[in-house]
């Protein structure tokens, strides 16, 4: 591929190549790849790398079912270094943690901190496609099906009601509450976007257009 001759593989023929979660930025792994694994991902859009300790490549996920849909893939400046944008399809890391870089350096010792779900932007998704899926799968007693079945006018009232109990928090100064309300109300801006055809990636567009001006 032409764009290789400009990347700058070391004496070995690598190139690191860092994994990030496409959607919240997270950062997941960090692992190497020749030419031949890095064809191979753009073929197949399936993260393939070199494993320097058995000298073979190894597509992520193979064996684990944790595969790496490639979504974008970055060079840097020097074309020394690879950044893929990835959805990750179960843990990056093979200790079950959803990044490799889940210990923090906290006062000289290694301390290990919470990372992947409910600390980024990706929640939203996440909520977003259970909110699709009970469209699809409805559950007994499911909230989110009651709403559905209820339709807009319900789905608004809601909107107007957790607004207003954000406003009324804010006004308060309790940040527990407002983080709460706040929450609620995401979610049922989630229920009302489904029911709209719309996604958080139209609003991030929107939101995105706006700053750009």
């Not at 790849?33 to 490549?57: C, D, H, P, V, W």
């Not at 998704?125 to 799968?137: A, L, M, P, Q």
């Not at 789905?155 to 100064?173: D, T, W």
Request: proline share 2%; charged share 30%; net charge negative.
């Amino acid at each position: 591929m032409e764009f290789m001759k400009e990347l700058k593989f070391d004496e070995n023929g690598l190139i690191p190549a860092i994994a990030q979660d496409a959607l919240s930025g997270e950062v997941l792994m960090c692992a190497y790849m020749n030419e031949e694994s890095l064809a191979q991902t753009i073929k197949t859009g399936k993260a393939t790398y070199f494993s320097r300790s058995r000298q073979e490549l190894w597509e992520k996920g193979a064996t684990s079912g944790h595969v790496q849909h490639v979504k974008e893939i970055l060079v840097d400046c020097d074309g020394d270094a690879l950044v893929l944008k990835i959805d990750q399809e179960g843990a990056a890391c093979h200790t079950g943690h959803p990044s490799c870089f889940y210990r923090r350096v906290v006062d000289g010792k290694l301390v290990e901190v919470p990372t992947g779900l409910g600390r980024n932007p990706k929640i939203l998704y996440d909520v977003y496609n259970v909110i699709v899926d009970r469209v699809k799968n409805p559950k007994e007693g499911s909230y989110t099906n009651y709403l559905f079945e209820k339709g807009i006018d319900k789905m608004l009232k809601k909107v107007g009601e957790e607004s207003a109990e954000v406003i009324i928090a804010s006004k308060n100064y309790v940040k527990s509450e407002v983080q709460y309300e706040t929450a609620d109300l995401l979610y049922h801006l989630s229920v009302v976007l489904v029911e709209e055809g719309l996604t958080w990636d139209d609003v991030f567009e929107e939101l995105s257009s706006r700053y750009k001006k």
